[in-house]
């Protein structure tokens, strides 16, 4: 038991480093208009991951995840309390991009290509009690599911079922994305049904 107990205590050490290290990146830092603010939150025993794109302006001045209306929409969808999201042991939040990446012509530019490769492995590894990926938006999923993902996002999500048990693909629940919710009934009766389901079968509440 001491030695397990040791070796839980090295491994929290070194996601303890390297999310240090990740709030000190600044691999990026001439392109990122309001200067480097890595988010990130992560656990050895995280169960669930979010990978959404990429920090807003509100969370880059609060340094919280998901502080706004997208993220209060995500809770809602996964039936979780603000408590329970912001637990590191239920949940490891590691966007495709640390930093708030600027303004593009219609809306947030995309998350910078630096930080996926260069954290996201290392992270993981050391996650070794993770049960489900969320990925949230096309960056995400493009990146993880390469020639498996479809040609929309929507069609993407449609098929939900494909990419599991170990990924379960979203849209990005911005309330900007309201048409599209609108259009797309089928998501909220079918597919968070089952991402609730999912979630709380994991974290056994």
Known sequence: ML??????????????HLLNE??????????????????AIGH????????????????????????????RQLR?????????????????I????????GKGKSGDLPPRKECAPQWHDALFKEMKDVQLILLIGMYAQHY??????RRTLTETVEHYNDYLPEYFVLPHPSP??????????????EVL???KLKVKKILGD
Request: proline share 8%.
């Open 3 to 16: 030695v397990k107990n040791r070796s839980a205590t090295v491994i929290l050490n070194k996601v303890k």
């Open 22 to 39: 990740i709030n000190n990146c600044t691999i990026c830092k001439a392109h990122l208009p309001l200067g480097p603010r890595p988010v």
């Open 44 to 71: 050895p025993n995280s169960k669930i991951v979010i990978i959404g794109q990429a920090p807003g302006t509100k969370v880059h001045q609060s340094g919280i995840p998901w502080d706004d209306a997208s993220g």
């Open 76 to 92: 809602t969808w996964l039936d979780v309390s603000d408590e329970m999201f912001y637990d590191a042991t239920k949940f490891a």
């Open 94 to 101: 590691v966007p495709m991009g640390f930093c708030y990446p």
């Open 144 to 149: 993880y599911l390469k020639d498996k993902a």
């Open 176 to 189: 900007r994305n309201r048409f599209w919710l609108s259009k797309n009934p089928w998501f909220e009766k």
């Open 193 to 195: 049904n089952v991402l």
